[in-house]
């Protein structure tokens, strides 16, 4: 069983930085791919970025591009993100996610995430 914990999220001015973590535990996460989606209130479920098991490929909604970075270290267990730029749009609440398999992906609970001046 795969277990994702999400932190790092709060309150930050437009123009700030945060940096989310997803610490995993119960499988290690060098066998898999993760990401990050993004659900603000009201609106549906949204992706945000996705890294490969090795973290050489990335990928990137249009919305949050040369913004934000995702990143990984298999040997902490843990993935990563770097925001950078932040406007009140990108309020939401921030989900980590793990494939364990095509059509098996598992969920953390979320880390709220508040842009407002």
């Known amino acids: 069983q795969v277990q994702l914990v999400e932190s790092g999220g709060g309150l930050v001015q437009p123009g700030g930085s945060l940096r989310l973590s997803c610490a995993a535990s119960g499988r290690a996460i060098s066998s898999y791919t993760m990401g990050w989606f993004r659900q603000a209130p009201g609106k549906e479920r949204e992706f945000v970025a996705y890294?490969?098991?090795?973290?050489?490929?990335?990928y990137y909604a249009d919305s949050v591009k040369g913004r934000f970075t995702i990143s990984r270290d298999n040997a902490q267990n843990t993935v990563y993100l770097q925001m950078n730029s932040l406007k009140p749009e990108d309020t939401a609440v921030y989900l980590c996610?793990?494939?364990?398999?095509?059509?098996?992906?598992?969920w953390g609970q979320g880390t709220q995430v508040t842009v407002s001046s």
């Open positions: 890294i490969s098991r090795s973290g050489s490929m990335t």
């Open positions: 996610y793990l494939d364990l398999q095509t059509r098996d992906r598992r």
